[in-house]
């Protein structure tokens, strides 16, 4: 093999390591697709509807993760490229099931964007205490980002008329950007949010964030079972929902259609 045949290299890494996988791909097609058929009404809208929502959140997931994997790599972790991180592919992001299958099952069944993959970034290489942050932040943001795309697209295409169904797949996922948003950054061990202000605790208290960070999915569940915590949460995603204007009712027929199977 001559030198021209040779992967080329960026710092070091194949270029194939920045490159779109054809799984990442597959899914932003079926999105589209899924938005076209329920643009049309043709075949099973509620099915469409189905399939938007639920491939727009996995993508969403794909974007929150590699969002995360791009500002490690540029502070200087190469090895998130070459586990995979940085080709968008879900498969890449920790353990398909509990990553990617739990939380879309609680989108369809609680209408909560629950957070989901994960990638394994090497804090030793990264210096600098704003830096661990701003790697944490990563993910969250962009949640919030999809979100004010959503609805920016819903206010301003809502106005010129357009099926009920397809506006309110698209308020869902929107409402679902919202609630990532709020669950990721909030302050539990383990998620963005405990993640974000790990690195300024002392370190006593930073051993002791280590010891909770790997329950903290469970820790999570327990305060949103709690009627009174899930209650300030829930009243939190409505009040900043309502702040964008992001229609309730939208959203909610939404959540109806999204389960075509009730």
């Not at 498969?91 to 069944?109: E, M």
């Not at 300030?232 to 702040?243: C, E, I, K, L, M």
């Amino acid at each position: 093999m001559g030198p021209r045949d040779a992967e080329p290299l960026v710092l070091g890494v194949p270029r194939a390591a920045f490159r779109p996988s054809p799984i990442f791909l597959a899914l932003v097609a079926l999105l589209i697709t899924c938005g076209v058929l329920t643009w049309h009404g043709i075949g099973n809208v509620r099915l469409a509807v189905f399939g938007f929502v639920v491939t727009g959140w996995v993508v969403s997931l794909c974007l929150h993760e590699y969002a995360h994997a791009l500002v490690a790599y540029r502070f200087g972790d190469r090895g998130v490229a070459h586990r995979g991180y940085l080709t968008l592919n879900p498969l890449k992001y920790s353990h398909p099931l509990l990553s990617i299958a739990l939380p879309v099952v609680v989108v369809l069944l609680g209408g909560i964007g629950l957070p989901g993959g994960a990638v394994w970034v090497d804090r030793h290489v990264i210096a600098g205490r704003l830096r661990h942050t701003l790697v944490s932040l990563a993910g969250p943001a962009t949640n919030v980002v999809f979100a004010l795309v959503l609805v920016a697209v819903l206010r301003l295409g809502a106005a010129g008329g357009g099926p009920v169904e397809f506006w309110a797949a698209v308020a869902l996922l929107g409402f679902l950007q919202l609630t990532a948003s709020v669950l990721n950054l909030l302050p539990v061990p383990g998620l963005d949010g405990g993640n974000m202000i790990q690195p300024w605790l002392d370190p006593q208290w930073r051993r002791m964030y280590d010891l909770f960070a790997p329950y903290g999915f469970i820790l999570l569940f327990a305060l949103l079972w709690n009627p009174r915590i899930g209650g300030w949460f829930f009243s939190a995603v409505f009040a900043v929902a309502d702040f964008l204007g992001l229609p309730p009712w939208l959203y909610a027929t939404g959540l109806e259609l999204v389960r075509f199977w009730s």
